[in-house]
């Protein structure tokens, strides 16, 4: 299994911006993003159930976020609106439970840039 993100880019305050994680081989996972920030811890952003049934955000997302997945083309997107400059970060997309923590998730992808200008 293989992740790979995209649609990270430089954007400024109030934009929007839809990432794509594009899962190569089987996917029947709940999948999940995460942000990193320079010099800060990775946090867990939303995760979604394999079906697309369930949905879990973090507090700071605020529904400024949407996770969605199209199961046929094996691709889970995280439509970003609002945006701020404390969204700026790394997404990274990642397999695994449906969970908040880190841990929970086995296969990573390498993630994507995103920067809000003020």
């Known amino acids: 299994v293989q992740l790979q993100a995209s649609g990270g880019g430089l954007v400024h305050t109030g934009d929007s911006r839809r990432l794509s994680c594009v899962c190569s081989g089987y996917n029947n996972y709940n999948m999940a993003w995460f942000r990193q920030a320079p010099g800060k811890e990775r946090e867990f952003v939303a995760a979604?159930?394999?079906?697309?049934?369930?949905?879990d955000y973090a507090d700071f997302v605020e529904d400024r976020f949407t996770i969605s997945r199209d199961n046929a083309k094996n691709t889970m997107y995280l439509q970003m609106d609002n945006l701020k400059p404390a969204d700026t970060a790394v997404y990274y997309c990642?397999?695994?439970?449906?969970?908040?923590?880190?841990?929970?998730?086995?296969?990573w992808g390498p993630g994507t840039q995103v920067t809000v200008s003020s």
């Open positions: 990642a397999i695994g439970g449906f969970s908040r923590w880190s841990f929970d998730y086995t296969y």
């Open positions: 979604i159930k394999r079906s697309g049934s369930a949905t």
